[in-house]
């Protein structure tokens, strides 16, 4: 992990860097294959890391609240800790504070009454 480059072109088949490239949890290795980039699969799933990320898959784009494009992705990993130093990706500060899931949040909203109360509605049609 600690090597650089993180992938070597010589040491395997074009194929091969493709399979291993497309099983990176955090998007952090991509490719363009013949000027192509990776297309990402068009059913988002999301996967929930036990005391860690939420690992999400798709044709991914994040906006910030202002409208800005921050990612535009095929895969992501994002932060469940709050602790992260890169909201809203998950840069594995998780493993530093020993994020237990389990344990009560103290930022959790239990007392919502609606949707409203964790979030206003979003108009998530206008885009960027
Ligand atoms: S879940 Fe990884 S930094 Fe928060």
Redesign the pocket.
């Known amino acids: 992990m600690r090597a650089r480059p993180w992938v070597r072109m010589e040491n395997a088949s074009t194929d091969a860097i493709v399979a291993a490239v497309e099983k990176c949890p955090t998007g952090a290795l991509r490719y363009e294959r013949d000027g192509v980039p990776e297309t990402g699969p068009a059913e988002t799933t999301m996967v929930q890391i036990p005391n860690?990320?939420l690992l999400v898959r798709g044709r991914l784009r994040v906006v910030s609240a202002t409208g800005a494009v921050v990612a535009d992705e095929t895969r992501l990993a994002l932060?469940?800790?709050g602790?992260?130093q890169n909201e809203p990706f998950?840069?594995?500060?998780?493993r530093r504070v020993g994020?237990d899931e389990a344990s009560p949040q103290p930022d959790r909203r239990d007392d919502a009454e609606s949707p409203d109360d964790v979030c206003p509605p979003q108009d998530f049609d206008a885009g960027p």
């Open positions: 860690g990320p932060c469940r800790c602790k992260s998950c840069d594995n500060s998780h994020f």
